[in-house]
């Protein structure tokens, strides 16, 4: 299996990541050689990945650091790097590759401190003799200082180091960052594509990977877990009646309530087991002793880790409500399909009942309203306005 094939429906990148793989392949056998490099090549020191939520953003630069790091023999007969057995290429895509770092955060930015140990991290040298790697697969949560930490590494890169930056678009990177990397453009998957990667790759029914598929509109992640989450089914069924539940004030106020409850609600289950783990983990080593007693000294470790995981679990619980504003809007656009009598397939066929409804009842320009208030809710929520206030005011908007 090649690295490639987690990537789904994302041909024309994976052609010109292939491309620079091999050059990057020419350049390490070049500079083992003794011999100049290439006068054209493919390959730089600097990726900038963009594209939708389930693109496949982090796939596609694991995919790449994979094929940079490949030491299969079969390249010296002509073979593509990047073949997925050998122990460059799994090393790699198992996170324990001793020249790929990869950076993710369960907070809601990356700050100086990391940043400026990353870029302490790019001026070694590979251990390998390859290639040093750097995913981050959040670039569009550095903070302004941390980016501009991480500017100079890319203006004045080390000679064998490659940085691969993940972000949604463009503009959530800064100027002078992404002016410096070279850019690809990821799509959405299309539906059939999604669909055939569930039964091929996790053995799900056909019938229920495209219905999961069609439902998540090509994210193959969210496809993955819908299809084989019984809770992540029922919740996407609760925020779907959401719509039909806002006839009256008391009734947008109770479905904001409930759904911000349950975003929290998840917040905590997804937190409940890492944050005891971690805390024992910590006790552990700064030695507390029989009984729970801390060491003098420890209290600010503590509180710091403390610090950590209430900004995961603020995070966790943002990235469980934008889930449910997603699904909110793709009812919509289905409902404004139905309005327009676009050919467009529905995401959301197994409601088609309660879109045909809201369809009937209303005029195109009013779905257009309720779509507009759900991205400002999505909007006022990256602003850290509170969620109950923001989604009230989007529920009203709804009624």
């Not at 002509?78 to 799994?90: K, L, M, Y």
């Not at 324990?96 to 955060?105: F, L």
């Not at 990353?118 to 995913?135: C, D, F, N, T, Y």
């Not at 960052?177 to 990667?197: F, G, K, N, Q, Y």
Request: include cysteine.
């Amino acid at each position: 299996m090649a690295v490639w094939d987690d990537l789904v429906g994302q041909t024309r990148v994976e052609e010109q990541l292939a491309a620079a793989a091999r050059d990057a392949d020419a350049l390490v056998t070049a500079h083992s050689a003794g011999a100049p490099d290439p006068e054209t090549s493919k390959m730089t020191h600097a990726w900038l990945f963009t594209g939708p939520p389930g693109a496949g953003r982090a796939t596609a630069a694991r995919a790449f650091a994979a094929a940079l790091q490949c030491v299969s023999p079969d390249r010296a007969l002509g073979g593509a790097p990047g073949c997925g057995f050998c122990d460059g290429c799994h090393t790699t895509l198992v996170g324990t590759h001793a020249d790929v770092e990869i950076i993710r955060t369960d907070l809601l930015s990356i700050g100086v401190k990391e940043t400026r140990e990353l870029v302490r991290r790019a001026q070694l040298s590979p251990a390998g003799g390859r290639w040093q790697v750097i995913v981050l697969e959040d670039a569009d949560r550095l903070t302004e200082g941390a980016g501009n930490v991480l500017l100079k590494a890319i203006e004045e890169p080390a000679p064998r180091t490659v940085w691969l930056l993940c972000a949604p678009s463009l503009e959530d990177v800064l100027p002078t960052i992404r002016s410096r990397c070279r850019h690809l453009t990821l799509r959405t998957p299309p539906v059939e594509a999604v669909a055939d990667a569930l039964v091929r790759r996790d053995g799900i029914e056909p019938e229920t990977a495209r219905a999961a598929a069609r439902a998540t509109q090509g994210h193959i992640d969210r496809a993955r877990r819908l299809a084989t989450d019984e809770r992540a089914r029922a919740r996407r069924s609760v925020v779907l009646k959401l719509p039909s539940r806002v006839g009256d004030v008391g009734g947008c106020l109770r479905a904001a309530q409930e759904l911000v409850d349950a975003a929290a609600e998840d917040a905590k289950q997804a937190a409940e087991e890492i944050d005891v783990k971690e805390t024992d983990e910590l006790k552990t080593a700064l030695g507390a002793a029989q009984g729970g007693r801390m060491p003098r000294g420890t209290a600010g470790a503590m509180k710091e880790l403390e610090e950590r995981q209430k900004r995961r679990r603020t995070r966790t619980q943002r990235d469980s409500l934008d889930l449910a504003l997603t699904d909110l809007t793709g009812f919509y656009r289905d409902v404004l399909a139905l309005q327009l009598r676009a050919r467009t397939a529905l995401a959301n066929e197994d409601v088609r009942d309660a879109l045909e409804r809201i369809a009937r009842d209303t005029t195109p320009e009013r779905t257009l309203r309720r779509i507009e208030a759900v991205l400002a809710c999505r909007k006022a929520l990256d602003r850290n306005v509170a969620p109950l206030l923001a989604v009230e005011a989007m529920t009203m908007a709804l009624r």
